[in-house]
């Protein structure tokens, strides 16, 4: 996958975290992208596509506590 090599010439890259999170998401693998969303805010706390689709993961996994 050309994110994951991206990820690895570049592991402090926030965006290239949140693109693969978001692909993860897409495809219904909510861990993989919950795991990526997680790192990427990490990485840049104001990256704030990954807030909102972590808080979007957290939601469906009626996680609503954390989901705030």
Known sequence: ECLSRAID???TSSQYRFQRG???HSSSKLDLAET???TAINLNKNNLDALVNLALIYSS???N???L
Request: charged content about 35%; aromatic content about 20%.
């Open 9 to 11: 010439l570049n592991p």
């Open 22 to 24: 978001y692909v993860y």
């Open 36 to 38: 990526d969303y997680k």
């Open 61 to 63: 996994k009626q996680k």
């Open 65 to 67: 506590v954390e989901a």
